[in-house]
């Protein structure tokens, strides 16, 4: 059993940061990638940045010069940093991942319970 736990969501002004963590937990060897997405309400779920085990990492148009993703392969966490937050940022964000498990297996598509960021004045 792999779970994604989400945490650091919450309320903030338009314009202000804020950190959010998934750490990975249970029986895998090791994190193939793992990444952050969002769904506002009435919206489809969408992909706001990606890591690669190696580190290379994409974004979002959306949030490109705004938010940065990072991962400690020590911990398996990853963290989404998130600057000059916009109303529009409004959203529960994911965590979402693919791994391998200690028996050699691929695990794709894990999910965290989501955590909700709120950017409102």
């Known amino acids: 059993q792999v779970q994604l736990v989400e945490s650091g969501g919450g309320l903030v002004q338009p314009g202000g940061s804020l950190r959010l963590s998934c750490a990975a937990s249970?029986?895998?060897?090791?994190?193939?990638?793992i990444s952050w997405y969002r769904q506002a309400p009435g919206k489809q779920r969408e992909l706001v940045a990606a890591i690669a085990r190696t580190g290379s990492a994409n974004y979002a148009d959306s949030v490109k010069g705004r938010f940065t993703i990072s991962r400690d392969n020590a911990d398996s966490t990853v963290y989404l940093q998130m600057n000059s937050l916009k109303p529009e940022d409004t959203a529960v964000y994911y965590c979402?991942?693919?791994?391998?498990?200690?028996?050699?297996?691929?695990?794709?598509?894990?999910w965290g319970q989501g955590t909700q960021v709120t950017v409102s004045s």
């Open positions: 979402n991942a693919g791994v391998t498990l200690t028996t050699g297996l691929l695990r794709d598509g894990l």
């Open positions: 249970g029986r895998f060897a090791r994190i193939n990638y």
